[in-house]
DNA sequence: GTCTATAAAGGGATAGAC
DNA sequence: GTCTATCCCTTTATAGAC
């Protein structure tokens, strides 16, 4: 009843969005895929018409899986100093546990053509942005909501990056890899900027 | 007298790097970089024994190329608050004026296996994080410097790193990409944090 | 929906002339 | 030090059998 068509095609994704998040685009081939997911390669052509309809495609879902996170992390009613602790904490639980997602991500901020990052802005991080603008401003009115998101996010995921080559950096402890700790420490970092 | 051969290769990793740090190593042939500059691609093995050779030899030259700014961003004798807003300004100013280090950097910490990433963090960066530990001790006594030092290096460099899709996010206006602007936003934020 | 076979192009790398 | 010519392999993608 073409229902194992569907099925198939979001398996494939499924197998190939670790691919091209650790190899990036140029770095994973057809083949390589095909034998990931264990077919041939020309069956691939099958389910797309193209590597790069495949590939956005894989981008599609890797990012859609997120997308209820992104508008369920301002839900609950509480102080700005409350939600900002959530969403602080959310965000790296987020990151350090989807590393596809946010490997992807990095590569397509990098990578992604004038287009690509439109479409990636508008569809699935313009409500999430538009949210935590709000949530700056409720906390730090007279800062720019823009520029403090930005910061933010910074924070949050920068540690996640470097912590391929942390471990061989001066000071490092393996508690440093704790998202708990590390949400604790930006929040506390942050922390001075609530105006209570 | 042999000094053509070691200008030469300086010159093509002076055209190869920006290739690599903006296509990836997977997405750059020998034949693009040896059409960039100027030669066949077989005359590129008199150069270099192998392409990983070439890539390896592009970022020891990008790399190297700012070992004095590393070392000498922490010389001057002033505040602690002082020096933090001066390291905070001439690392925006890096990322800002050098995107092809930039990119290099966050394509090696992605992508470079144990081997490299160690190197890179032994011959590149363990002075130059060294310092900023110490900083960070200096003006905030109680935090964990580690964490601290990465803080610091995540706010500068993710303004740089979503440059390119945040003009199409919510709240964007063209001052964003000023470093000037994005520095003293930084520098205000952790301000609260200097025990005066 | 998957297979084999294959086309057409591009990849890294080498040999040997100049 | 650069060239042409070439080797051998991989790549994307298609055609057509099952």
Do not use: W
């Not at 998101?149 to 704790?178: E, K």
């Amino acid at each position: 009843m073409g229902k194992n068509k569907q099925k198939t095609k979001a398996e494939i994704l499924t197998i190939t969005i670790p691919l091209f998040a650790n190899e990036g685009y140029a770095g994973v081939s057809m083949r390589q895929i095909a034998k990931a997911v264990g077919i041939k390669a020309a069956s691939l052509y099958h389910h797309f018409p193209d590597k790069q309809t495949l590939y956005i495609e894989a981008l599609a879902q890797a990012f859609g899986k997120h997308a209820d996170f992104m508008n369920e992390a301002f839900t609950l009613q509480a102080t700005p100093e409350q939600r900002l602790r959530q969403l602080i904490h959310k965000l790296c639980i987020l990151v350090t546990e989807d590393a596809d997602f946010s490997r992807l991500m990095q590569r397509e901020i990098m990578d992604g053509d004038e287009k690509r990052l439109k479409l990636l802005a508008d569809q699935v991080f313009s409500d999430f942005f538009h949210d935590m603008n709000r949530l700056c401003r409720s906390f730090a009115p007279d800062r720019d909501p823009h520029l403090m998101t930005v910061s933010i996010l910074g924070l949050v995921i920068y540690h996640y990056q470097i912590a391929p080559i942390r471990c061989f950096l001066p000071g490092f402890q393996a508690s440093h890899n704790d998202p708990d700790i590390i949400g604790q420490h930006i929040f506390t970092l942050l922390k001075n900027e609530i105006e209570l």
